[in-house]
């Protein structure tokens, strides 16, 4: 078992919930999110915004089946991954889940092979490939959101 997979199953294991089991939660949410900030230390207020980030748009999901396939191939990017990481975290993907009253939040970097995962107040970083962004930009695109410029 690859060490990233390992500690992201002893954080959600700690958590009590597994990244694809969670397909009933109250609420299901998949963002296009603008993570690039030319200047991190400008603080940016957005009409609407996701985690600080601007949102472009964001699709509800309201079928576990296409809820357990996008928490499965966010689970597959984790799994598949070598380690690689680099250092920018521009995120322009994002879900969040909510779940009796407790969100979890996936915010992802295809840039630098990223996903950062926010539960309470636990945040870790986990290494991903970028296999996963085809299908949530067609899932996106097929609904109208538009992506996030690439940098």
Same mark, same amino acid.
């Given at each position: 078992?690859?060490? +990233?997979?390992?500690?992201?199953?002893?954080?959600?294991?700690?958590?009590?919930?597994?990244?694809?089991? *969670?397909?009933?939660?109250?609420?299901?949410?998949?963002?296009? /999110?603008?993570?690039?900030?030319?200047?991190?230390?400008?603080?940016?207020?957005?009409?609407?915004?996701? %985690?600080?980030? &601007?949102?472009?748009?964001?699709?509800?999901?309201?079928?576990?089946?296409?809820?357990? &396939?996008?928490? *499965?191939?966010?689970?597959?990017? /984790?799994? &598949?991954?070598?380690?690689?990481?680099?250092? %920018?975290? +521009?995120?322009?993907?994002?879900?969040?889940?909510?779940? *009796?009253?407790?969100?979890?939040?996936?915010?992802? %970097?295809?840039? %630098?092979?990223?996903?950062?995962?926010?539960?309470?107040?636990?945040?870790? #970083?986990?290494?991903?490939?970028?296999?996963?962004?085809?299908?949530?930009?067609?899932?996106? /695109?097929? #609904?109208?959101?538009?992506?996030?410029?690439?940098?």
């Amino acid at each position: 078992m690859k060490f +990233w997979t390992l500690i992201l199953i002893i954080v959600l294991v700690g958590c009590g919930t597994s990244v694809v089991d *969670q397909v009933t939660q109250d609420s299901f949410t998949l963002y296009s /999110i603008n993570g690039y900030v030319d200047d991190p230390a400008t603080t940016q207020v957005f009409a609407d915004q996701y %985690c600080g980030y &601007e949102v472009f748009g964001k699709i509800e999901i309201t079928d576990n089946q296409t809820k357990r &396939e996008i928490l *499965q191939s966010i689970q597959n990017g /984790i799994d &598949e991954s070598d380690g690689t990481v680099a250092s %920018c975290f +521009w995120p322009r993907h994002a879900v969040r889940t909510i779940e *009796q009253g407790i969100a979890t939040d996936y915010v992802i %970097c295809f840039q %630098c092979l990223q996903v950062r995962i926010i539960k309470d107040d636990s945040v870790s #970083n986990v290494p991903i490939t970028r296999t996963p962004s085809k299908f949530l930009d067609k899932l996106l /695109i097929d #609904n109208g959101i538009p992506l996030a410029p690439k940098h």
